[in-house]
C-alpha cells in the first residue's frame, strides 16, 4: 500500500528556533499534501494544502510566515515552524494524496511529528 | 453548519457489544466516503472506504445515505482493540478542488 514517510517523529526544541518536518510520499507522486495540527484529545485541524511548484494555501488563522511550507518535488513537502514558542507544541500530522488517477480520492497520512517547544 | 459533522461521545460500551456512529456531511455532491481510526497519538489509519451499496469487512459495517447525506459505521462484537477514535472524512469533489473535510471524531471505549 501507499506510505507516507513523515520525519522526526519527535522533536523538543528551545524557544525562538526553527523546526523543518518532511513528508516524504515513498511510492507515489503527489502534488497535493496537507497539513494538519491536533492538539490533545481534540481532532485534526488543517493548516495548509501544500502544492508542488506553486504556494500553499493555508486555512484562516494559520500565519504564512510562521508556519512555511515548501513543496519542491513531487514526492516532498516540508513545514517550517519558525521562531517555535511553546504555545506551538503539537502534534504536527502530513498526508498525501496519490495523482494517480486510481487512489486519488484516498488520503495517505505520515506518522506524525510531536513537537515540543520549551 | 459543519462541512462533515459527527458526534464526539465518548461512546463506553462493554466488550462484544455492537455500536454505531453517524456522521453527516453537507455537500450533496461529495464524492467519496470514509472512515478512519486513529490510535491516541498516531496518525489517522484508513478504516473502510464507504460505498453506495454499503459494504462490509469482518466486524465492520459501512452504509452510506446520499438522500440525507451521511454515513454510518456498524462495529459489531466490540474488542478491547476497538478503542479509538474513528474520523469520518469525506471528498467533496471537483467543484472543490477535491478537498477532504474531517470530523471532529468518535471516541469508543470498549470495557471489558
Known amino acids: 500500500g501507499a506510505v507516507v514517510s513523515q520525519h522526526p517523529s519527535r522533536v523538543i526544541c528551545k524557544s525562538g528556533t526553527s523546526v523543518k518536518i518532511e513528508c516524504r510520499s515513498l511510492d507515489f507522486q503527489a502534488t497535493t499534501m496537507f497539513w494538519y495540527r491536533q492538539f490533545p484529545k481534540q481532532s485534526l485541524m488543517l493548516m495548509a494544502t501544500s502544492n508542488e511548484g506553486s504556494k500553499a494555501t493555508y486555512e484562516q488563522g494559520v500565519e504564512k510566515d510562521k508556519f512555511l511550507i515548501n513543496h519542491a518535488s513531487l514526492t516532498l513537502s516540508t513545514l517550517t515552524v519558525t521562531s517555535a514558542h511553546p504555545e506551538d507544541s503539537s502534534f504536527y500530522i502530513c498526508?498525501?494524496?496519490?495523482?494517480?488517477?486510481?487512489?486519488?480520492?484516498?488520503?495517505?497520512f505520515g506518522s506524525g511529528t510531536q513537537l515540543s517547544v520549551l | 453548519r459543519k462541512e462533515v459533522e459527527q458526534d464526539p461521545g465518548p461512546f463506553n460500551v462493554p466488550e462484544g457489544a455492537t455500536v454505531a456512529f453517524n456522521c453527516t456531511y453537507s455537500?450533496?455532491?461529495?464524492?467519496?466516503f470514509f472512515w478512519y481510526r486513529q490510535d491516541c497519538r498516531k496518525e489517522p489509519k484508513l478504516l473502510m472506504s464507504?460505498?453506495?451499496s454499503g459494504n462490509e469487512d469482518g466486524r465492520f459495517t459501512a452504509q452510506l445515505n446520499r438522500a440525507s447525506q451521511y454515513i454510518s459505521l456498524l462495529i459489531r462484537d466490540s474488542k478491547l482493540s476497538d478503542s479509538a477514535t474513528y474520523l469520518c472524512?469525506?471528498?467533496?469533489?471537483?467543484?472543490?478542488?477535491?478537498?477532504?473535510?474531517f470530523g471532529t471524531g468518535t471516541s469508543l471505549t470498549v470495557i471489558p
Open positions: 472524512v469525506v471528498n467533496f469533489g471537483r467543484n472543490t478542488g477535491n478537498q477532504f473535510y
Open positions: 455537500n450533496s455532491a461529495s464524492q467519496s
Open positions: 498526508s498525501a494524496r496519490p495523482d494517480r488517477k486510481r487512489g486519488s480520492e484516498k488520503l495517505f
Open positions: 464507504v460505498y453506495s
